[in-house]
């Protein structure tokens, strides 16, 4: 992942030809839109967007149709790119949701919605599962198929790429899962998996046209909007999809643009220069709320905060040290300090109040007197290490200086280094040996998945033990879910105990929108289907 650097700018600095912020003075399209209906567990009818509500952000009334919708979001450069199956950071994703779909999305709960999907049944050994596809066309008008579905998901499992959802597309036999006619996937899986709907709406589990290459000229999807243009780290622009399958967005037309401080997204926002800003500050959150300016809206609980270490290289391949570091940590205080209280506190594990999160372990709490003897057993006293971080993340580099004076009260020396905003995430994926580290929401089998099996794409703790890759395909394979949650909790003591990352908290996301936008969703945590939604926004 990358990100690219900006210069801060004030209010009266970004004037609407600003060449940082293109395409500002491009006029807009028009627009409708269709809500989602319900669905069954197995079984599904129709599709599950929630749709916005009453209580959206800036107020409900009746959509409107028609004009133009300029979102800021941190970029990632001149290497940026329009392949879905490349998604990696937020901005990534948003154009993508807008250009492609899923065969499922998750909700607000972290449950699996239908999208191009409206049905999903298992065998009775869990271990084939019939997919049904919807009526639904790309933007060349060619149908989405079940061979469309195929060649994305074996596009995306190529042994030589290295895209997100490969990990979490694992379990499928793509070698012997087929479609019997077009609108019928039969997917045969490795092992018997309970959880199936989840591998349908992981992250970055695109669906793509078959034999479609060129992502960056002229992508083609079946996404609410259609493409216009695309220049790398600066800008991307979107026209409806009269057609598309959910109802035409309300918005005529839908432009990214690339601001990496958050400063510039903030002043262009005041300014007029955009109406949606991604990823706000909580001091920045503060000191508009109510003043009619910015809309403020928090979305809770949506943001992993952690440290990462590597369990695989000294000093944090030995467990004392890595108990060490837990103890070390006053979560308290990082979320006060680092986040601006504007969270909640982590117990070490990731998705607290999701599905299968093992809340009956106690809480951990600063103990630096059990941290120093753990480090003196190991070895380790006067320990010096090097925390990479980088503000290419809110409360990144304030976390990681409270942290570092946390250390020292118990002998360890923590040197910050702060690395570049357009390598970041690259760079501390193999490098290093401690790092900060932010996830947004997913459930708990696709975070293990994607980052603590041997083989996942992005285990930035070097966490790999294959006892542990073999609990996680048995919790896979377990249809009782009491059972199945027994199995997680057991992985999850073991992490707790010993695991790489040590999750000190659990951010707000948090959006500014103009007074006039309409229609953004409030309880949509980040990586969900309604987070950066903009087929069911509209300008009032």
Same mark, same amino acid.
């Given at each position: /992942?990358?990100?690219?650097? /900006? ?24 627009? =409708? ?35 133009? *919708? ?39 709960? *972290? $449950? ?34 079940? %061979?469309?579905? +195929? ?13 997100? =959802? ?62 216009? $243009? ?62 009619? %300016? ?25 467990? #004392? ?44 709490? %600063? ?63 193999? $490098? ?48 009782? &879910?009491? =059972? ?6 057991? /992985? %999850? ?17 948090? +959006? ?5 936008? #309409?229609?953004?969703?409030? &309880? ?14 509209? *300008?009032?």
């Amino acid at each position: /992942m990358n990100e690219a650097a /900006m210069n801060e700018a004030s209010v009266n600095e970004v004037p609407v030809n600003d060449p940082r912020f293109p395409g500002l003075r491009r006029r807009g399209f028009l627009a =409708a839109a269709a809500a989602g209906v319900g669905f069954g567990a197995l079984a599904l009818a129709g599709c599950a967007g929630t749709g916005p509500t009453a209580d959206n952000a800036g107020g409900g009334g009746k959509p409107r149709r028609g004009g133009r *919708l300029r979102a800021a979001f941190a970029g990632g450069g001149a290497s940026e790119t329009l392949d879905p199956h490349l998604a990696n950071l937020f901005a990534d994703v948003a154009r993508a949701k807008a250009l492609f779909d899923k065969l499922a999305d998750y909700g607000p709960d *972290l $449950s699996a919605l239908p999208r191009l999907a409206t049905a999903w049944e298992p065998n009775a050994g869990l271990d084939r599962w019939k997919v049904t596809l919807r009526e639904a066309r790309f933007h060349d008008g060619r149908p989405v198929t079940a %061979q469309d579905v +195929l060649h994305s998901y074996r596009r995306i499992t190529d042994p030589k790429k290295a895209f997100r =959802a490969k990990a979490s597309l694992e379990p499928i036999d793509l070698e012997t899962s087929r479609a019997p006619d077009d609108r019928t996937v039969e997917f045969v899986l490795k092992r018997p998996t309970a959880e199936f709907p989840n591998v349908l709406a992981a992250f970055g589990a695109y669906i793509v046209p078959e034999g479609e290459q060129d992502f960056d000229r002229s992508p083609v999807g079946s996404g609410p909007f259609r493409f216009v $243009s695309f220049a790398p780290g600066k800008s991307a622009a979107y026209k409806r999809n009269e057609d598309h399958w959910d109802g035409a967005p309300y918005l005529d037309e839908l432009e990214f643009v690339v601001a990496n401080e958050e400063s510039a997204r903030v002043n262009a926002l005041l300014g007029g220069q955009i109406e949606y800003a991604h990823e706000l500050n909580p001091a920045t959150a503060r000191a508009h709320e109510g003043k009619g %300016q910015i809309e403020i809206i928090r979305l809770r609980n949506s943001a992993m905060q952690s440290f990462a270490m590597k369990t695989d290289r000294p000093p944090f391949d030995d467990r #004392r040290v890595r108990e060490a570091f837990f103890l070390i940590a006053d979560r308290g205080e990082l979320v006060d300090g680092a986040l601006s209280g504007a969270g909640e506190v982590g117990n070490d594990l990731f998705g607290k109040g999701y599905e299968y999160y093992a809340a009956s372990l106690p809480q951990r709490e %600063q103990d630096l007197d059990r941290a120093k003897a753990l480090l003196k057993d190991a070895g380790a006293e006067g320990l010096e290490v090097t925390l990479d971080t980088s503000p290419v993340a809110a409360g990144f580099t304030e976390a990681a200086t409270i942290f570092r004076d946390q250390a020292a009260r118990a002998g360890v020396t923590i040197n910050v280094r702060t690395g570049s905003k357009d390598s970041y995430w690259k760079d501390i994926l193999d $490098s290093g040996t401690i790092c900060s580290y932010r996830s947004g929401a997913m459930p708990i089998e696709a975070h293990i998945s994607q980052r603590l099996l041997t083989g996942s794409t992005t285990n930035a703790t070097g966490w790999h033990h294959k006892d542990f890759d073999a609990l996680y395909q048995q919790a896979q394979s377990t249809r009782d &879910k009491t =059972a199945r949650t027994a199995v997680y909790e057991r /992985m %999850q003591r073991r992490l707790h105990s010993e695991g790489g990352f040590l999750i000190w908290g659990f951010a707000d996301w948090i +959006l500014g929108t103009a007074p006039g936008v #309409r229609g953004v969703e409030t &309880k949509a945590p980040a990586n969900s289907l309604d987070w950066a939604r903009f087929d069911k926004v509209w *300008l009032a």
